[in-house]
């Protein structure tokens, strides 16, 4: 039983780095199409999507796992963050879009832990069997998609309290910095939230399945 629970393991090890990769490349494409803002250092991008997207997709640990090479891979130098930020390496942690990309991780963990297609609302994912456990069957269950909706809305506002909480910092003003992060993304932020949601009530069950 335990050899073959080994060959299991060794088995999804490929696929799953290979989508911890994916991840964070997906998010490196996403990073590169900005629009800049007037009045604001930050530009509005696809990366909160996509992050969104990875974290669901993936599952909590793969999410994270994924976004921390991302971030591992910009503070390296690799041309992997928005390119409107004249910030490079580890400077751009230390910049204005910083706690935007702090957070990456930790959202994308909590939409892949919230969207869980196996676990059922209160349920202590340590004693789900491991049949129905997302990621080592393909017999998990079609999420709901208000659990869905919920979790990707806790993975944006996880997002903008990381970017809110390091512009209060570099400013000094809560309120300023509510201003300059946080409300020119709101009426996008209905956009990305309606997206997600859809995408990953879709195809949450059939990805975790195979990782």
Known sequence: MERALAVSERSLALPRVTAVILGAAFVAL??????????????????PLAVLL????????LGAT??????????????VFTP???????????????????AYPV??????WLTDPGR???????LVPMSINPGLSPGVSKPNWLRVGLGVLAGLVLIHLGGLAQLA???GALSGAARLA???????????????????TKLTPAVRARL
């Open 30 to 47: 996403a990073a590169q199409i900005s629009v800049p803002l007037p009045g604001t250092p930050v530009p509005m991008t696809l990366q």
């Open 54 to 61: 990875v974290g669901g997709l993936l599952g909590a640990r």
């Open 66 to 79: 994924s976004m921390v090479l991302y971030l591992a891979l910009g503070i390296a130098g690799l041309p």
């Open 84 to 102: 409107t930020v004249p910030l490079f390496g580890i400077a751009r942690l230390l910049g204005p879009t910083g706690g935007y990309l702090l």
């Open 107 to 112: 959202a994308a963990f909590a939409v892949g």
């Open 120 to 126: 059922k609302p209160g349920e202590n994912p340590k």
């Open 169 to 171: 910092i570099l400013t």
């Open 182 to 200: 946080t409300l020119p993304f709101l009426l996008g932020d209905l956009g990305k939230l309606a997206v997600a949601t859809a995408v990953l």
